[in-house]
């Protein structure tokens, strides 16, 4: 009675397993509670659509705000390797742009580093906040 129940549970944790061993870094929606931003991304299949922006096409991702169609559209991301990928955004006017890193500390934090360019900026009340250089992110 006891080996199929043994076998049962090495079943149930082999495909637990192989299901997190399929899941893919890049391809995750992440956010940032304290200044309301999100990243939704699919560095993979690059087969992101940025709501009300359609005309873009799609792209592997852009950062968003919360309660608000501002976004700054991922142009590009690059894997560097598993868990560091280099990005190109451009603010939703096209007139300001940057490069950043992101990188995957663990399974649900995320670190998203600035390198050079533009300074990320989102409205908030009326005006425009600055992000910090260094921005984490939680997998959602």
């Not at 009300?52 to 690059?78: D, M, R, V």
Request: proline share 5%; glycine share 4%.
């Amino acid at each position: 009675m006891r080996k199929p129940i043994l076998s049962l549970t090495l079943c149930i944790i082999c495909a637990l397993c192989q299901a997190q061993s399929d899941k893919q870094a890049f391809r995750a929606y992440l956010y940032n509670a304290e200044y309301e931003v999100y990243l939704r991304i699919d560095f993979y299949n690059e087969s992101i659509e940025v709501p009300g922006n359609e005309l873009y096409g799609q792209l592997p991702g852009f950062l968003g705000k919360k309660n608000n169609s501002f976004c700054w559209p991922i142009t590009a991301a690059k894997l560097k390797d598993e868990t560091t990928a280099e990005l190109s955004l451009i603010n939703d006017f096209g007139s300001e742009d940057l490069t950043a890193t992101l990188k995957q500390e663990n399974d649900s934090i995320y670190v998203l580093h600035q390198v050079k360019g533009s300074t990320l900026k989102v409205p908030k009340n009326g005006k425009w906040q600055k992000l910090p250089k260094t921005l984490p992110f939680i997998r959602k």
